[in-house]
T-cell receptor, first 116, second 113 residues
Framework: DGGITQSPKYLFRKEGQNVTLSCEQNLNHDAMYWYRQDPGQGLRLIYYSQIVNDFQKGDIAEGYSVSREKKESFPLTVTSAQKNPTAFYLC???????????????FGDGTRLSIL | GNSVTQMEGPVTLSEEAFLTINCTYTATGYPSLFWYVQYPGEGLQLLLKATKADDKGSNKGFEATYRKETTSFHLEKGSVQVSDSAVYFCALSTKYNFNKFYFGSGTKLNVKP
C-alpha cells in the first residue's frame, strides 16, 4: 500500500542534542512538507520541498533543518537551537500542484518529540 | 493574505445528533477547500474537498458546500456516531503557492453514547 511512513513514533531529546525525524513516502509525490502541532492547536509549517535538492522555509523554520536528497525522503533535524521542541511533528506529501493548487496533502502518523 | 477560521471547540453532541462545524476563509484568488480529520495520536486524514464555488464535497456521511458569497465551507453530518469523535481541520490552498496549505486551528468533536 502506498503511504507515508514516519519514524520513530516517539522520540526523546536530551538538552543540547540534535535529533532527526524520518519521513519516507512511496506515493511518487514531488512535494513534501513538515508541520509542527502543539496541544490544542493547528498545524504550523516548518519546511517544504517541491523537488529534490530544493526546499524552502515555512513559518517557523528557526531551530530546524531539512534535506531532500531523494524524492522519497525528507528528514527533519531538530537542532539544539530549538529551545521548545516538545510537540507532535507531521510529515505530508502531495502531487506537485503549483499551477492548480487543488491537490490534497497526505499525512503520516506523526512523531511525538519530548525533552528528557 | 490567506487564512482559515474555525469555530472554537470542543463540540459535545449525543449520538445521532446533527453536526455543524463552521469554517470561514480569507483568500487571494479562488482557493480549493478541504476538511481533514485527526484521531488521537494519528496524522490527518482527508475527509472531503471542493475546488470551486458551489461544489459539494461528501464522504462517510459528511458534507460541505463551497460558498463563495459567504466565504464559508461548513462541515455537516446528519447523524453523528461515537466513532466520529476526533479533531476536524478546515484548510485551503491556492494556485501558484507551492500547494501550501493554510489550516484552521481545529475543532474537537466529542460524541456521547
Amino acid at each position: 500500500d502506498g503511504g507515508i511512513t514516519q519514524s520513530p513514533k516517539y522520540l526523546f531529546r536530551k538538552e543540547g542534542q540534535n535529533v532527526t525525524l524520518s519521513c519516507e513516502q512511496n506515493l511518487n509525490h514531488d512535494a513534501m512538507y513538515w508541520y509542527r502541532q502543539d496541544p490544542g492547536q493547528g498545524l504550523r509549517l516548518i519546511y517544504y520541498s517541491q523537488i529534490v535538492n530544493d526546499f524552502q522555509k515555512g513559518d517557523i523554520a528557526e531551530g530546524y533543518s531539512v534535506s531532500r536528497e531523494k524524492k522519497e525522503s525528507f528528514p527533519l533535524t531538530v537542532t539544539s537551537a530549538q529551545k521548545n521542541p516538545t510537540a507532535f511533528y507531521l510529515c505530508a506529501s502531495s502531487i506537485e500542484a503549483d499551477r492548480v493548487g487543488n491537490q490534497p496533502q497526505h499525512f503520516g502518523d506523526g512523531t511525538r518529540l519530548s525533552i528528557l | 493574505g490567506n487564512s482559515v477560521t474555525q469555530m472554537e471547540g470542543p463540540v459535545t453532541l449525543s449520538e445521532e445528533a446533527f453536526l455543524t462545524i463552521n469554517c470561514t476563509y480569507t483568500a487571494t484568488g479562488y482557493p480549493s477547500l478541504f476538511w481533514y480529520v485527526q484521531y488521537p495520536g494519528e496524522g490527518l486524514q482527508l475527509l472531503l474537498k471542493a475546488t470551486k464555488a458551489d461544489d459539494k464535497g461528501s464522504n462517510k456521511g459528511f458534507e460541505a458546500t463551497y460558498r463563495k458569497e459567504t466565504t464559508s465551507f461548513h462541515l455537516e453530518k446528519g447523524s453523528v456516531q461515537v466513532s466520529d469523535s476526533a479533531v476536524y481541520f478546515c484548510a485551503l490552498s491556492t494556485k501558484y503557492n507551492f500547494n501550501k496549505f493554510y489550516f484552521g486551528s481545529g475543532t474537537k468533536l466529542n460524541v456521547k453514547p
